[in-house]
């Protein structure tokens, strides 16, 4: 589905990616690892052309997305739902505007079948009653929710999450999680999440990457990716209590 | 919750709306009134042709005995000069000594058609188009006069004559104020002197009349502006002291009498060069005295008048007839 | 693509260096703030979808009557400055009557504009880049982009046609309050009574002048929201970074409003 090759970008003067390859295939839920800092959302970004490669091709489907232009980018980008950092909504449109906005904005739908399928994914998101509320207005855990209701309304077949649970409780967090699987099992969409939360890439994840020194140093299944043998998983399990003979299987549905 | 939302975005439509439509309101209004066409009423026009229009535009005002009646609708350059299309709100009928000319109208700038309608007891002329007088180059008329001026003096000799009698005269009022005795001498052997000086006060004072009787442009002038009429007469005024100030001489400073001849030579022959120059100016002689004729040194010689009347208060200190000869000193 | 990336350039050497590299980022930064506004002016086409007209209202509420306020004070103030200035200096020659010609025609021809520009951009510029700017860093523009809206035409256009229609009907409103308070100073402290101030105002005053100052107004507008907007989508290094943009989009506003109303006066007086 979504396919890097060689893929090479120097920002700040300092390199982050370095010859990156990795392929993750339609369906699957792929998570992207690593301490802050090391590269994730830039990974992301370059996934939907919010960065462009120094070096190597970024392909999603068949289209090389590094070199499209104008109307192919555009169509390019439908496939995509972007649930940002911090929920990106737009501060003077309320929930449920934010919510239709690609609706409203890409789609000659009319007002009452919007209203449906906005009123649908705010449900979805249990958040069914808070759509007049004003973005300042929620906490960061509903905003978040709210953004991926916004990423989802128009059914893409990829949807990517930078840092879903971050800044958010633990119960929060599980409920985000929950809302991840759910999506690619009832849309069967393919997910691409960067977190540096472990307990959520390993509950969540078909695939786990890490990224760190500008290298994807792992590359495997959450089973896999526990036991590896690589010291800079070692190390970023052991940071967050993980070990391989815990519990972390259990918590998988 | 929906209807209040409605209700919000449609006061702001409201507001805005008006707010606009206000601003246009306005805006056509003032482009009514600052165009100056009058919209609704009927006009009546006229044709006016130019050598020159000194820069007169569309939409100017139209006035007649000072009250606007109407603009300039547009100007064309034909063959035989700019013809000035004006649209009149109220009628005007021109008698045959008619005049229209363009005027300056404000020290801001701006121009405007001044209409005058001529005698009405002469007959009235109705033409396709009426015959506009020439504005009035002012500056450059003085310009020339100026430098007509300059030229005569120079090559006439005219500047010459004049320091020489200036410095005679300062001469003659330093050895006054020293007391070198001529004076009793100066005026009790010889009238001649005295006379001289009491023509010339005279004759000067012959001018401010007909100036004042607004025969020339200088009388206009100063028939307009009392100060400078004033200032004038206070300079004859000084003059008349000059001739007191000897007289009294008479009985007081005999003491101060000698042989000088030389002193009294000069001080003859400086009298007679005032007295010469007064003459002419009164015939309209000279540069000087076609200065006080012509009208067309309106400007050139109020200017003149306010310098003189600055270097005089300056030499108000001074003794008189240094006053007198810093008069005609000013006006160079 | 309206969102950038982050960039890095090795400190210049030397003072020609800096310079250089001063001139060429000033060019770049004009040559994506003209593509900006020719995209922007492209997008009109869209300006009279429901959205666009809301957006559109919305934005010259926000614009126009929110400054309304302050600009009255202020152009009733400068029309008496400009009153009382003149007439002092006028009734030296006994002309005080021509404060009329003298604040009518520097108020529509310049001053007016002018004035109403440097609120605008002041009020509403910096308010347009602040708000792009934390958009930027928030990633809301980003956001934007990969929902396939173009965010020059959901954000920009709307802005320019509010600011290109507002700012001109302001400055004639700052225009026309500005005489009246040339007026009251005329009344109270010059003794031109009223009905002659209004005469001489008219009197001299062209229809040239005001419509010039309408151009003036609408240049403006276009100037004051593509430098803010450009100035709020070149925001880096987060709530830092939204400050210097508008500080920058203010001052670069009022440089351009002062360049290109010299320069529109010497085109049409000249």
Known sequence: MIRFENVSKTLGGRKILDEVSFVIEPGETFVICGPSGVGKSVTLKHMVRLLTPDDGDVFVGDNCISDAEGRELERTREWFGYLFQGGALLAWLNVFENVALPLREKTPLADAEIRKRVQTTLDLVEMGGDGEKMPSEISGGMRKRAGLARAIIHDPKIVLYDEPTSGLDPVTSRTIDALIERLQKEKNVTSVVVTHDLHSALSIGNRIAMLNNAHIVELATPKEFVSSDNADVQNFLASQFITREGSWERKRS | MRAKCINRELTTEVIVGAFMMTVLLGLGYFTIILSRQAWFIEQQPLDVRFAHVMGLRDGDNVVCRGMPIGTVDRLELRQDGVHVLANLESPVTLHEDYVITVVTTSILGGRHLEINEGTHSLPIVEREFYDGTPPYDLIGDAAAVVNGLRKGLVEEGTIENFRKTSEQLRDITTRINEGEGLLGRLVSKDDTLYNDIAASAKALREITGRLQEGKSTIGKLLSDDDKIYKDLTATVASLRAVAERLESGKSTLGKLMSDDAEIYKDLAEATASAKRIAENLEKGEGLIGRMLTDDSLYDDVSSTVKEARDTMEDMREASPVSTFSSIFFGAF | ?270
């Open chain 3, 1 to 270: 693509m309206i969102t950038r990336e982050p960039e890095f350039f090795p400190p210049p050497k030397g003072m020609l260096g800096r310079i250089g590299r001063g001139v060429i980022f000033s060019c770049r930064e004009a040559g994506l703030a003209g593509i900006m506004l020719v995209q922007a002016i492209l997008a009109t086409r869209f300006m009279f979808t429901r959205r666009a007209r809301r957006e559109i209202i919305d934005q010259m509420f926000m614009a126009g009557i929110k400054s309304l306020k302050v600009i009255t004070v202020v152009a009733v103030f400068t029309g008496m400055i400009l009153a009382l200035q003149t007439g002092i200096e006028l009734r030296k020659f006994n002309q005080e009557v021509n404060i009329g010609t003298a604040v009518m025609v520097s108020m529509l021809r310049e001053m007016g504009p002018f004035m109403t520009g440097l609120i605008l951009a002041a009020c509403v510029g910096s308010a347009i880049a602040a708000q792009i700017g934390t958009m930027v860093v928030s990633e809301e523009v980003a956001a934007l982009e990969i929902m396939s809206i173009d965010p020059v035409r959901f954000l920009v256009m709307p802005r320019l046609v509010a600011m290109t229609i507002m700012t001109p009907a302001l400055a004639f409103y700052t225009c026309i309050l500005g005489v009246i308070g040339g007026g009251i100073v005329g009344a109270t402290q010059l003794g031109v009574s009223w009905q002659a101030y209004i005469d001489n105002a008219t009197r001299f005053a062209d229809v040239k002048d005001l419509y010039v100052g309408i151009l003036k107004g609408v240049l403006f507008g276009i100037i004051i929201t593509t430098v803010s907007c450009h100035e709020g989508f070149a925001t880096t290094q987060g709530a830092v970074g939204v400050g210097l943009s508008t500080r920058q989009a203010v001052v670069t506003s009022f440089l351009l409003l002062l360049i290109v109303g010299y320069m529109v006066t010497r085109l049409f007086y000249v």
